[in-house]
């Protein structure tokens, strides 16, 4: 399966930008000094590193290779831009190169630059991205000068080590020790297990789930992606959360659960059990170093019950509140490391399934990933370039053929949607979908 998370931004040129300036812009970028560490490490095993995989510098960088230079076809409308964007997320990233691409694209009908990006998983999660991002944009329009996301900026950065130098007898032992740390603190869990297991078995969600009903998205899937966005006010869901007593992040799992509920009914395939969406959590930076600009992953997670089963929306979004804050205290009694073996037992399903070729004969943990990650409130610029939208794609797996993915910037709620272009029929209806039921939400709490 394709790994890779990625982003597409939409630029709106600065006021007198020439018939030329989606060229330089990507001249610019091509034409980066220096390249920040983390843009430069690729995967690597041999015997020397006891066959473990570890990260080595590439010594043959090259940088067109990376950036580069694309055109929509006529007549440049968003359609065509998703459809570049799910041919181009569908390519695996080459283990032999640093695991990442940046496109910059023209020919939209508005006049706007599209850029899409793509950074396999290993190197960030979702909110070390959305942070990388951050890092090269200004908030003042007339600011120049700026950098791509992978130069390498003036502040000092730690000097990457490389493990490959390490010796056969060295990369067991660090491994063993880093294993037997966590190993001792995920020991101290008993309590918290029990009661998540007891959950899980009894079909309560919380942070562990054992039991979902079987869906159209719960199959093998292709290498092939389709990818689809769009946006909402945050006012409008801040309005429903404040009406219903819930939280944004509920509306959005709302949301999501409505449109599913839709879309399946239309295919004739909505199961009779409730839907159940794994919801990624990101652990406190503050504590964590690796969530951190410099890359790395802090990620727990907590499975939440879509009572797709409901039919008033009402009713759905209060079920979903109680689902996710009941996934909430689960983690809460955990330290972070605890939370992290805690998250891997719960995925341990998804991935045993498919290794095993129990797929269909298994019932699977969750039905499709749904993930918020927060970014900038403000408008940001580049180089002039006013950041008019921000869509992520993620990775849809082997057994869940669906992720959606949100990112809030500038008083919008961006919805990216990736799935698997064999297995997720008509995606783009979804986005019909979750425009409805922002206005069924409304009108059941009263909301306009």
Request: aromatic share 6%.
């Amino acid at each position: 399966m394709p790994m890779h998370v990625g982003g597409l931004q939409l630029f709106e040129k600065p006021e007198g930008a020439g018939p030329d300036y989606i060229r330089e812009m990507y001249e610019s970028m091509r034409g980066t000094d220096e390249v920040a560490p983390l843009f430069l490490k690729h995967p690597h095993r041999s015997v020397k590193t006891g066959a473990q995989l570890v990260w080595r510098p590439d010594e043959q960088f090259d940088m067109e290779h990376h950036v580069r230079h694309s055109a929509l076809p006529a007549p440049g409308r968003y359609r065509e831009l998703f459809e570049l964007c799910s041919r181009l997320h569908s390519t695996r990233l080459a283990w032999e190169r640093p695991l990442w691409e940046a496109h910059v694209i023209e020919g939209l009908a508005d006049g706007k630059v599209a850029m899409y990006t793509k950074i396999h998983h290993a190197l960030v999660d979702g909110v070390s991205a959305m942070r990388l991002m951050q890092s090269v944009l200004s908030t003042d329009a007339e600011e120049r000068g700026m950098l791509a996301p992978w130069a390498l900026h003036s502040r000092p950065q730690r000097k990457p080590v490389d493990p490959a130098a390490s010796s056969l007898p060295e990369v067991p032992v660090a491994a063993l020790r880093t294993a037997l740390g966590v190993a001792s603190e995920a020991a101290g869990m008993p309590g918290a297990l029990v009661r998540t297991l007891s959950k899980g078995v009894r079909n309560q969600t919380s942070a562990v789930s054992f039991y979902a009903p079987r869906t159209i998205f719960n199959q093998s899937i292709s290498g092939a992606r389709r990818f689809a966005a769009d946006d909402w006010p945050i006012e409008r869901l801040k309005a429903i959360a404040k009406a219903s007593g819930t939280t944004i992040n509920d509306v959005v799992l709302a949301m999501c659960a409505g449109a599913m509920r839709t879309y399946l009914l239309e295919l004739g395939a909505l199961p009779d059990d409730p839907m159940v969406a794994m919801v990624p959590v990101g652990l406190n930076a503050k504590q964590s170093q690796v969530a951190s600009a410099e890359g790395g992953n802090a990620i727990g997670s907590v499975m939440v019950q879509l009572a797709t089963d409901l039919g008033d929306p009402a009713e759905r979004l209060d079920r979903i509140h109680l689902s996710m804050r009941d996934g909430k205290e689960a983690l809460s009694s955990m330290t972070q490391t605890q939370i992290l073996a805690m998250s891997a037992l719960g995925q341990a399903p998804a991935i045993l399934a498919p290794l095993l070729r129990m797929q269909g004969i298994v019932r699977p943990p969750y039905n499709l990933i749904i993930s918020n990650v927060p970014g900038p409130r403000t408008t940001h610029y580049w180089n002039g370039a006013k950041l008019t939208g921000t869509y992520p794609l993620s990775i849809p797996i082997n057994g869940m053929a669906l992720n959606i993915t949100c990112t809030s910037y500038d008083g919008q709620m961006g919805f990216g949607l990736t799935g698997c272009r064999r297995t997720v029929p008509h995606l783009q209806r979804l986005l019909t979908h979750l425009d409805d039921e922002v206005a069924n939400l409304e009108k059941a709490v009263g909301v306009g």
